[in-house]
């Protein structure tokens, strides 16, 4: 493919594509491939592979913050983390975010892109209300939900009220915190999916909805019969982000609940970050993050086997 | 996936609407739509009213308990003063600012020549390395904290930018967006300067670099809005106040302040600001890009 590329000698009389297999182009060639990958594989090797590869050995250390103990313990951390209820708990917890927000977040954003693909006025108005939560940094969003989540002066509870619903103590319920974090995590992220979706209903050809049209069907029609068909391989591929996307919830429950309350909400990464650096034991932190990551990757397999499937 | 949404730029164009749904009378189901679609605009808007309103209270009109759009005592600027004089906010929008640039500047360069090889070179071991930076896209970043953490202590980086700028350049998935832009050029382009003997560096930059403006910007604004807002490891990796990004810096304000409630809206919406209005500038680029790094990311 490449031996049109690669600069002939001028003696050469060879000029079929086994050209390139002179011992001269093969060199060459392999000595600029790695020459253009080494400045990424440079950062790759050393902020990548490494940090995942130490952080093995770190997970059998009883390593800690404070310089004790830096020897093998083999698989003790791990042992001592499959039996504490507290990383259970958090892994329960960050299951559970991700089972109730991935719902919303796919099937809003879903509607949210239905409604612009119609054709409305004004199309700029609803895309920048909808996108421009998603350029808020967490801490942004957090201060934002947590002013209008206050039980006493909070925006929420007052409109609530004003339609007869009693008081919600939003981030203080244990019941009631993590949907909570939902509604913030709902209004910050789904504009993401929601310029995905619009994205794949664009790219449907146009013809099928004029064809449709001739044959009489309306916009509720078209969106049954042939919009939300074509977007089925869209869809698993938003669902698989956005499981994926879940699983790392960390920033706005730190820094709306810092996992209250009573730990009703206290995510995985929150429990890693915090034996880590407020416990000081790295090396127990290290199994947490490693059993996390096996969670991720058995995830993600499943997800990889159910796609192979449909698409087989 | 990539292909299509990059061929038809129809993404925040609004002719591609006129031509897709020929636009007739307002039918029943047309306003239908609009009512749903105002109503969740309504909703999504509330959020940043409400600060902004809170923002320009004052303090006691903020903590008083009977909500008001229009203050007792009339809106007054005091918090957004309050705000400016703590300083911090300017310099962590600085901080934000020159890291993220740096971050993003980074990962074009590196992530477009590994992607340049990965498309058009034939090296030994590409398929192995190919291999290798598929599999690190599932490596979550929060797993990588620990270890992370300890090597910038043992590099001494802690407390300095490098920490925050360093480990963030590495992005796998936009690898991968620019190979399959780069796999889309002909390679007829290519021919005419292989013949006048121009050097792959020169092929690279002069022919391939240039051809691919939409996608690096797409790559670049991915990363850019990524970096801006990554919250989690600037945390980890820095507690100077000098050099807080402002995600971080904001978080040790939300502390400090307390029940500045004003005050607490007014950094917030301050901090917001810049992206807000760059997406106001660059609301198709943004749109666009997004929509194609994220659609191409898997």
């Known amino acids: ?312 | 996936m990539a292909t299509q949404t990059l061929n038809r730029a129809t993404l925040g164009t609004s002719t591609s609407q006129a031509t897709r749904q020929p636009r007739k009378k307002m039918t029943a189901g047309k306003i239908a739509a609009l009512v749903v679609a105002a109503v969740i605009a309504f909703l999504w808007l509330v959020p940043f009213a409400w600060a902004t309103v809170t923002a320009f209270k004052s303090e006691t009109d903020a903590a008083s308990p009977k909500i008001s759009w229009i203050p007792p005592s009339g809106f007054t600027a005091d918090a957004f003063v309050k705000v400016f004089q703590d300083g911090n906010i300017p310099l962590w929008t600085w901080n934000s600012l020159y890291t993220s640039a740096a971050i993003t500047a980074v990962t074009l360069v590196i992530s477009s020549l590994v992607a340049y090889a990965l498309s058009r070179i034939d090296f030994k071991g590409k398929k192995v390395l190919m291999t290798v930076i598929i599999a690190s896209i599932i490596v979550p970043p929060p797993v990588l904290i620990i270890p992370l953490f300890y090597q910038m202590l043992a590099l001494h980086m802690i407390d300095t930018s490098w920490a925050i700028i360093l480990p963030q350049v590495i992005h796998p998935a936009m690898v991968f967006v620019l190979k399959k832009f780069f796999d889309q050029i002909p390679r007829e382009l290519e021919e005419a300067a292989v013949m006048d003997g121009a050097s792959r560096m020169r092929i690279f930059t002069q022919i391939v670099l240039p051809l691919s403006r939409p996608i690096l910007a797409a790559v670049a604004i991915f990363v850019f809005i990524g970096a801006w807002n990554n919250f989690l490891w600037p945390f980890i990796a820095t507690n100077d106040a000098s050099l807080l990004t402002l995600p971080v810096g904001l978080q040790t304000i939300k502390s400090a302040y307390g029940i500045q409630y004003a005050q607490n809206m007014a950094s917030a919406l301050l901090a917001a600001l810049p992206l807000i209005v760059v997406f106001l500038f660059f609301q198709r680029q943004i749109i666009k890009g997004v929509a194609t790094t994220g659609l191409a990311g898997t």
Request: proline share 5%.
């Open chain 1, 1 to 312: 493919m490449s031996s049109s590329l690669t600069r002939r000698s001028p003696g050469s009389r060879v000029s079929s594509p086994t050209a390139q297999r002179s011992r001269g182009s093969l060199t060459r060639n392999n000595l600029s491939g790695w020459g253009f990958a080494a400045p990424f594989l440079v950062f790759f090797l050393v902020f990548l592979v490494w940090p995942v590869v130490y952080g093995i050995y770190m997970s059998l250390t009883g390593k800690s913050l404070t310089g004790a103990n830096d020897s093998m313990i083999g698989l003790a951390n791990y042992a001592e983390a499959f039996a504490d209820a507290d990383m259970w708990r958090s892994l329960g917890n960050t299951l559970y975010f991700t089972v109730i927000s991935t719902v919303p977040l796919v099937l809003v954003a879903l509607v949210m892109a239905a409604l612009l693909n119609v054709g409305l006025p004004a199309q700029w108005l609803w895309r920048l209300s909808y996108f421009a939560p998603y350029l808020l940094a967490s801490t942004v969003v957090s201060l934002f939900f947590t002013w209008m989540y206050n039980p006493q002066l909070g925006l929420i509870n007052d409109s609530l009220s004003k339609i007869g619903i009693p008081k919600v103590a939003w981030l203080n319920d244990p019941n009631v915190a993590m949907w909570a974090i939902v509604i913030a995590t709902l209004w910050w992220t789904v504009g993401f999916n929601f310029l995905l979706y619009l994205a794949a209903m664009q790219n449907i050809p146009a013809q099928h909805y004029e064809a449709a049209s001739l044959d009489g069907a309306g916009a509720w029609r078209q969106l049954f019969s042939i919009t939300l068909p074509q977007l089925v391989p869209t869809t698993v591929m938003i669902v698989l982000l956005q499981v994926l996307a879940s699983l790392k919830i960390f920033d706005q429950v730190y820094q709306m609940t810092a996992g209250g309350p009573g730990g009703s909400t206290r995510p995985v990464v929150q429990y890693i970050f915090e034996t880590g650096f407020t416990g000081y034991r790295l090396g127990y932190s290290a199994a947490i993050s490693y059993i996390f990551f096996g969670l991720i990757v058995l995830v993600s397999v499943m997800q990889f086997v159910i796609t192979r499937r449909r698409s087989a």
